[in-house]
């Protein structure tokens, strides 16, 4: 277990690509007042770090150097990698395609394990990804593993990639999705799969209010069973 204080609690948000999490986690965090952690844009970062800097990226070591080394900063909605704003850059499903690769090495999970322990500070922390319940902070008090199907899923970040003034199709995106999915649910390290305490929540026919009220409703519940 890592030396953050254990007694801060914690939400954590797990599940497949393009399910919400990165949206219901922040709007949870915000009604609590209480800090959010996007595990994937740590992946995206360090996929892109290794990008720009010409490294192989089938090379593990050299890749978790790389996501050692990350110069980040999360600034209000703007994420920095070395003082340059690359929110928009690290969306790109070119990116997220390689942060899905290189986030399968073991070198590189573990060397990403204690900057993510590191969100855990008081009032509490909302982390969303795909092993935040089951590797990262397996003693959180609420485990959400949220889940929409593919058809739902791809349709949203289509929405979401054109919204942001990039070409999206919607054909690909469900190809590259099933991919992705595929790869995070069977790799040996650290794959999606719900914590066996984790509370599953099917978003494909609920709006971003509803969902963000299922997940309040989960933790009012947890505490009072405290
Ligand atoms: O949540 P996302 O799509 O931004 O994540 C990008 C990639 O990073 C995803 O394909 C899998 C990986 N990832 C991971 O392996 N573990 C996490 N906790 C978060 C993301």
């Not at 790389?66 to 928009?88: K, N, P, T």
């Not at 009032?123 to 739902?152: C, E, H, N």
Request: a neutral charge; proline letters at 4%.
């Amino acid at each position: 277990m890592s030396v953050h204080s254990v007694s801060v609690p914690v939400i954590t948000i797990d599940g497949p690509t393009a399910s919400g999490k990165g949206t219901i986690a922040h709007r949870v965090a915000r009604h609590l007042g209480w800090q959010a952690l996007d595990s994937g844009a740590l992946y995206r970062l360090t996929a892109l770090a290794a990008q720009q800097q010409g490294v192989d990226a089938s090379d593990e070591q050299a890749v978790a150097q790389v996501a050692l080394q990350l110069d980040v900063a999360f600034q209000a909605d703007q994420v920095l990698l070395a003082g340059i704003d690359v929110s928009s850059l690290i969306r790109q499903e070119s990116v997220g395609n390689l942060a899905s690769k290189v986030a399968a090495y073991a070198p590189v999970r573990q060397a990403l394990l204690e900057r993510q322990r590191a969100f855990r500070i008081a009032p509490g922390l909302v982390a969303d990804g795909r092993d935040m319940g089951t590797v990262v902070f397996p003693d959180a008090p609420l485990k959400i593993f949220l889940i929409a199907d593919v058809q739902s899923r791809a349709e949203r970040r289509c929405k979401q990639l054109k919204e942001k003034g990039f070409s999206a199709n919607l054909t690909g995106l469900l190809e590259d999705m099933r991919a992705r999915d595929a790869r995070d649910c069977s790799r040996t390290n650290a794959p999606l799969v719900a914590a066996p305490d984790a509370k599953t929540v099917d978003s494909s026919q609920l709006s971003i209010d509803e969902t963000v009220g299922q997940v309040l409703d989960l933790w009012s519940k947890a505490c009072q069973d405290k």
